[in-house]
């Protein structure tokens, strides 16, 4: 059918390699999920080994291509390692999405060098480490997409932002960054900016009713954000169809940024 062309043609991932960071959980799981069903040869890279098996079991069983890694990415080493150990199994990557993060957050006057050390390590260099090691790969070849995870901390302060929200800022600061070094050369690398969902990272909020309903009410859509929401932006952020779509924060949260 012509439609079925059409939309391959934009959104299709057959025979593309994408390496997704965080993504036996949460959004970076439906992320992983989307991806692969989109057609993509999909490598997830996080630290539980459990939580991986299930998560590649599962896409196995729909027929999808996926494989794991197990790693630890608050060290330079373990990132360098997991690059190339993710990078083995289907090749070099096309994709990288940058979902990997770690939700450390005391209120600054309680701030420790440790706490700051780590989370800036997960959610900033990493992300960083991972697209020198692939970004320049996916220029040669003329195809690239990179994708990050952020925060609305990075945007505004609110329920105690500390130094997750300055990471978040960071990150995207590098994807704006990245886009300047390799769009030209046919990589895109663009930021998901999700507003409250309802997963693992989100454990504490999560646990307070009130103010799970409060932040639900301060959405224009009228509820919390899940992780199936983020599937099709990225898709699209993935695919052939965005290749003018470069250095953007591009939010999905219900409209809680602009209410």
């Given at each position: 059918?012509?439609?079925?062309?059409?939309?391959?043609?934009?959104?299709?991932?057959?025979?593309?390699?994408?390496?997704?960071?965080?993504?036996?959980?949460?959004?970076?799981?439906?992320?992983?999920?989307?991806l692969?069903?989109?057609?993509?040869?999909?490598?997830?890279?996080?630290?539980?080994?459990?939580?991986?098996?299930?998560?590649?079991?599962?896409?196995?069983?729909?027929?999808?291509?996926?494989?794991?890694?197990?790693?630890?990415?608050?060290?330079?080493?373990?990132?360098?390692a997991?690059?190339?150990?993710?990078?083995?199994?289907?090749?070099?990557?096309?994709?990288?999405?940058?979902?990997?993060?770690?939700?450390?957050?005391?209120?600054?006057?309680?701030?420790?060098?440790d706490?700051?050390?780590?989370?800036?390590?997960?959610?900033?260099?990493?992300?960083?480490?991972?697209?020198?090691?692939?970004?320049?790969?996916?220029?040669?070849?003329?195809?690239?997409?990179?994708?990050?995870?952020?925060?609305?901390?990075?945007?505004?302060?609110?329920?105690?932002?500390?130094?997750?929200?300055?990471?978040?800022?960071?990150?995207?600061?590098?994807?704006?960054?990245?886009?300047?070094?390799?769009?030209?050369?046919?990589?895109?690398?663009?930021?998901?900016?999700?507003?409250?969902?309802?997963?693992?990272?989100?454990?504490?909020?999560?646990?307070?009713?009130?103010k799970v309903?409060?932040?639900?009410?301060?959405?224009?859509?009228g509820?919390?954000?899940?992780?199936?929401?983020?599937?099709?932006?990225?898709?699209?952020?993935?695919?052939?169809?965005?290749?003018?779509?470069?250095g953007?924060?591009?939010?999905?949260?219900?409209?809680?940024?602009?209410?």
């Open positions: 059918m012509m439609s079925q062309t059409y939309l391959s043609q934009l959104f299709s991932l057959d025979g593309r390699v994408a390496v997704v960071t965080g993504g036996s959980s949460g959004i970076g799981r439906a992320i992983a999920g989307a692969a069903r989109a057609g993509a040869s999909v490598v997830i890279v996080a630290r539980r080994e459990p939580e991986l098996a299930a998560t590649v079991e599962e896409l196995t069983g729909d027929g999808c291509r996926a494989a794991w890694v197990s790693a630890d990415l608050s060290t330079r080493d373990a990132v360098r997991a690059a190339e150990e993710a990078a083995a199994v289907y090749g070099e990557p096309d994709i990288l999405v940058n979902s990997a993060g770690i939700n450390l957050r005391p209120p600054m006057d309680e701030m420790t060098d706490v700051w050390d780590l989370t800036m390590a997960v959610n900033l260099e990493a992300p960083h480490l991972l697209g020198r090691r692939f970004g320049p790969g996916m220029a040669e070849r003329g195809y690239g997409r990179i994708i990050h995870v952020s925060s609305q901390q990075a945007h505004r302060a609110f329920v105690q932002s500390g130094v997750y929200g300055v990471s978040k800022g960071g990150l995207e600061s590098l994807a704006r960054s990245q886009a300047e070094a390799w769009s030209s050369r046919g990589v895109t690398s663009n930021t998901l900016v999700p507003g409250f969902v309802m997963t693992p990272l989100n454990a504490r909020l999560s646990a307070d009713p009130r309903a409060e932040l639900a009410a301060r959405t224009m859509v509820r919390n954000g899940l992780a199936e929401d983020f599937a099709a932006a990225a898709v699209f952020l993935a695919g052939p169809g965005s290749a003018y779509v470069t953007q924060s591009i939010f999905v949260d219900g409209g809680l940024s602009v209410h």
